[in-house]
């Protein structure tokens, strides 16, 4: 019997929450007991010189009968909660143009700056809600200088203009007519609104840019569209809702566009209430408004109440796979909200009080019964768990984590050899197993092993994730040492060795198989130049065993890295013939043939650039290093960005990449120093 223990864990500051600001911190109240009773008054007497980083604003609940207006950086409103601390006016837009040259003030919030947060906050924009009727107004601007405002019209909650990396966490944002968040910046825009309620009419959510939206829920009281974007000036941009929810009132429309727009939905989920109609094109007059990339509209996972719609079913573009997913994608790798958010949390954490009671179970390897939970059905093990956060099993999941990893289960889509993924796993549970005896940790293990042999192609390949084979995930794949990995698990449960003899002797049969058809397969991939074997190439088309590309910056090249594990497996075989041996020799020359004699990389500090450092190629006399990628004819050096353009010279890359990824090492010295001399003596 397991047994369990309730251990409550209590965090407590100094002070509770109304006395345990920051030194800086800036407290608004109504009631006098905070720095200022108004949230304007506290973003005036701000500075703008924003250099010391990100200006917290705390706000206590109230109802804030006041228009906000932030044209200045780095602040945040953190509200105390957005059911209590809400910011409210009544306003229709076509009132306010009437007498402005443009939106600056149509909203409850209005904003100019950038690196801007909001959080735990309501923002309400009631006109529609208010006015009974149609009115009349006095409108220099129409002809006759009258002009009828309707209830129903444009009314926002939040407008925003040249702002970008605006994030906004548990807000919600009210209005009873069109755009109600209207973050509009179409050049360089980037927004992420994460567990949010967003309410309204006509196109209520309407980004402009690039736009994120995490578990949010919208509430549309239209029949003509709840979304809509504008992608018209980079073709890149786009807006994407991930695991969020729909409802409305009946007949409500999911969404449309008028200029070129991209939208992605994934694991998104629809009243049975919604109409049957897909976001549709709505075509201007105007010229500029015409479509120049066409239709591009992506589904994932999402799921109509009562019975899925047709136009709603997978269709991930052929360049991007449901796995491919992470939050720096969205906005084309120029923004991170996610580390933005951590860094800012961590500092509330040291001032808000915290009391929890947590029941956690008594057991033998919590990191193993972690690994039990990710699991999929068909045995695999994802890399990532939401978006591109990588599988943590240390951490205690919360309620709705685990229900959200429970609802990839059956499918198992995310389940890979990537990063080590899989393979990693059942390594630490045959391990954890002859520790703890505990016959789960084994079960689960030999259903990871399952999966392995069943991932295989007959040719003896294996794709980088199984099940799903879209874009290069079906490519045999040497990158990252994925297949490798693989077969080094295989290699021991024959061997009996490395904790494997715990595996059923059954099994021997079948890895040994899947050894010797993993050996034909990397063989037959060697690349050959004029009759002469070279190396590897880090992935290949499945069928044709033709080298592909695989992400943008991972052209079809000769592997200066993944090429020294390949060749490790095959020294590794008994009795080698004179295939291997051959190909192995090769290898080897090879390696021999493209060393970069006289220099090194080094990693600097570099303040100009966003990730605060650089790495540089510097001469070094003694240094013998390689690079990540070569030519498959000519054997040159490439270096590749996000632009999948081959450079000569890794300064001519992003620094996103130069940092991010390594283009040289050392990886063949110990190999052709040390291990194939004894390998070459001992086969002649």
């Not at 019997?1 to 006395?19: D, E, G, P, R």
């Not at 630490?428 to 069943?454: M, N, Q």
Request: net charge positive; proline share 3%; charged share 25%.
């Amino acid at each position: 019997m397991k047994k369990y223990k309730n251990i409550v864990f209590l965090f407590c500051s100094l002070f509770a929450w109304q006395y345990s600001v920051a030194q800086n911190d800036i407290v608004v109240a109504q009631d006098g007991s905070g720095n200022f009773k108004t949230i304007q008054e506290a973003i005036n007497s701000l500075p703008s010189d924003d250099s010391k980083g990100q200006r917290i604003i705390l706000i206590k609940k109230g109802i804030y009968k006041e228009k906000i207006f932030i044209d200045k950086n780095s602040i945040t409103l953190r509200g105390e909660d957005p059911k209590n601390t809400c910011v409210t006016i009544s306003l229709a837009r076509e009132e306010w143009r009437c007498n402005n040259k443009d939106d600056y003030g149509t909203a409850a919030i209005n904003l100019q700056g950038n690196d801007i947060t909001l959080e735990n906050l309501s923002f309400i924009n009631s006109y529609g809600k208010d006015a009974k009727a149609d009115k009349e107004i006095v409108c220099p601007k129409e002809a006759g200088n009258m002009k009828t405002i309707k209830p129903g019209g444009h009314q926002m909650a939040l407008r925003s203009f040249k702002s970008t990396r605006l994030i906004v966490k548990n807000c919600i944002f009210r209005a009873y007519g069109g755009d109600t968040v209207s973050p509009w910046n179409t050049w360089e825009g980037m927004y992420y609104f994460k567990d949010c309620v967003m309410e309204g009419g006509v196109d209520f959510y309407c980004p402009r840019g690039w736009a994120l939206a995490d578990n949010c829920t919208f509430i549309c009281h239209n029949n003509n569209a709840a979304i809509w974007h504008d992608g018209s000036d980079v073709q890149s941009s786009k807006t994407v809702l991930i695991n969020c929810k729909f409802t409305g009132d009946d007949g409500f429309k999911l969404g449309r566009y008028h200029r070129d727009a991209q939208f992605y939905l994934l694991n998104c989920s629809f009243a049975k209430n919604m109409a049957d109609a897909e976001i549709y094109w709505v075509p201007s007059k105007e010229k500029r408004d015409s479509l120049k990339w066409g239709k591009r509209i992506y589904y994932y996972n999402c799921k109509t109440k009562g019975g899925d719609y047709a136009w709603h079913k997978n269709n991930l573009p052929a360049d991007f796979g449901i796995n491919e997913y992470n939050v720096p994608w969205v906005f084309d790798y120029k923004w991170n909200p996610i580390k933005v958010e951590e860094n800012s949390n961590s500092k509330a954490e040291e001032s808000v009080l915290v009391q929890e009671v947590i029941t956690i179970k008594d057991t033998t390897d919590p990191v193993a019964d972690n690994m039990l939970l990710y699991q999929r059905s068909n045995g695999g093990w994802p890399k990532h768990f939401q978006g591109g956060n990588k599988v943590d099993y240390n951490k205690t999941l919360t309620a709705d984590e685990l229900k959200q990893l429970k609802a990839g289960y059956a499918e198992g889509i995310d389940a890979t050899i990537d990063n080590e993924a899989t393979t990693k796993e059942i390594k630490y549970l045959v391990k954890s197993y002859k520790a703890h005896k505990d016959e789960r940790y084994l079960k689960a293990a030999t259903k990871g092993i399952d999966y392995l042999l069943k991932a295989q192609y007959t040719n003896g390949g294996w794709p980088q994730f199984y099940p799903d084979f879209s874009s290069y995930r079906s490519q045999i794949t040497y990158n990252d040492n994925a297949m490798m990995n693989v077969v080094t698990v295989l290699e021991d449960i024959v061997a009996g060795k490395n904790d494997f003899e715990v595996i059923d002797r059954a099994y021997v049969a079948k890895c040994s198989g899947a050894v010797k058809k993993a050996i034909d397969c990397v063989l037959k991939t060697q690349i050959k130049q004029k009759d002469k074997l070279t190396v590897w190439c880090a992935q290949y088309n499945a069928k044709t065993l033709v080298p592909e590309m695989a992400r943008k910056f991972e052209l079809a090249s000769l592997s200066g890295s993944e090429s020294v594990a390949i060749v490790r497996f095959l020294m590794r075989q008994p009795n080698p013939s004179t295939e291997i041996i051959t190909a192995v020799t090769s290898a080897v020359e090879w390696f021999e043939k493209v060393k970069i004699v006289g220099y090194a990389v080094k990693d600097i500090k570099a303040p100009q650039e966003t990730s605060g450092r650089d790495r540089v190629l510097v001469k070094e006399s003694n240094s013998v290093i390689w690079a990540r990628f070569y030519t498959l004819h000519t054997n040159e050096p490439i270096f590749v960005g996000r632009d999948s353009e081959p450079k000569t010279s890794l300064a001519e890359i992003e620094n996103e990449r130069r940092v991010g990824y390594a283009y040289y090492g050392i990886w063949p010295a110990k190999l052709i120093n040390e291990e194939y001399p004894k390998w070459a003596a001992k086969w002649k």
